[in-house]
């Protein structure tokens, strides 16, 4: 008997504990539209907690509504099927409570679909192909991407864009005689040719190093450039590069395809 009320009395204030550590429950509620018409959407929502715990909620095709029942003072990420959260926090900690709540959440996403771009960057400097410190930002969001949405193929656009090489000569060994060369003369666009090369074989390593199955993404490359304004001088000396040079975006995020899983 005083072992069982013993057990009674642990049960007891290890309730009290998580009480104390979670609060009372929430009902959270709200509705789901979508981007642009604001029609509602019937939709699977999925709340995930911090010790990976999900409680997963439907959205009323009618009038968009849904409710979860989530625990307070718990931190919460949320995963809307096949689609991308426009507003709405796709992050949230809710209150500790010490009574019962409702907390109203609505949530504005658009459809994940074949050539919908999800985000521009820069990632290389101008003519260059080795990645810059903006490689990290961007393997956390093809992370992101890829582990929230798992039909999801994404498609990486490489530009050379912001990029420009004059055509320039160089001397080569003439085939016709093993004792003299001969001048040609390398194009812009070959010059950029190698450079786009270079910097999606360097991206797709980068990636791949870092855990992204190669399945998942698509890369398709882009030539294109724009000579760059002449440099005006004053005094006799050039005025600086335009900061603007080195920020024009060289990769393009979009969706390539959903996988049938």
Not at 136 to 156: C, G, K, T, Y
Not at 209 to 232: C, H, M, S, V
Not at 235 to 242: A, D, L, V
Request: hydrophobic share 35%; proline share 4%; with cysteine.
């Amino acid at each position: 008997m005083k072992l069982i009320i013993s057990l009674l009395v642990v049960l007891v204030l290890t309730f009290f504990h998580v009480e104390a550590q979670l609060g009372k429950v929430i009902l959270l509620k709200g509705k789901v539209e979508e981007y642009g018409s604001n029609k509602p959407l019937g939709l699977k929502l999925t709340f995930i907690g911090r010790d990976g715990k999900k409680v997963i909620a439907n959205s009323n095709s009618t009038d968009g509504s849904y409710q979860a029942v989530l625990n307070g003072g718990e931190k919460y990420k949320v995963i809307i099927t096949d689609h991308i959260i426009v507003n709405g926090d796709t992050e949230f900690e809710l209150p500790v409570v010490s009574e019962y709540k409702e907390i109203y959440k609505h949530f504005t996403c658009s459809k994940l679909s074949p050539g919908m771009i999800l985000s521009t960057h820069s990632i290389f400097n101008r003519n260059d192909d080795n990645l810059i410190d903006q490689k990290v930002q961007l393997l956390s969001e093809i992370n992101e991407l890829l582990s929230n949405n798992p039909r999801l193929i994404l498609r990486i656009i490489v530009s050379t864009e912001d990029s420009w090489f004059p055509p320039k000569s160089v001397k080569i060994n003439d085939p016709k005689s093993k004792n003299k060369k001969k001048t040609v003369t390398i194009t812009t666009e070959e010059q950029l040719k190698e450079l786009l090369d270079k910097r999606i074989s360097n991206l797709k390593k980068f990636l791949l190093d870092n855990g992204i199955r190669e399945k998942r993404i698509d890369f398709e490359p882009k030539l294109a450039y724009k000579q760059p304004e002449k440099t005006r001088k004053t005094k006799g000396k050039k005025s600086p590069e335009k900061e603007a040079d080195n920020l024009v975006d060289n990769i393009t995020i979009s969706v390539s395809r959903l996988m049938n899983l």
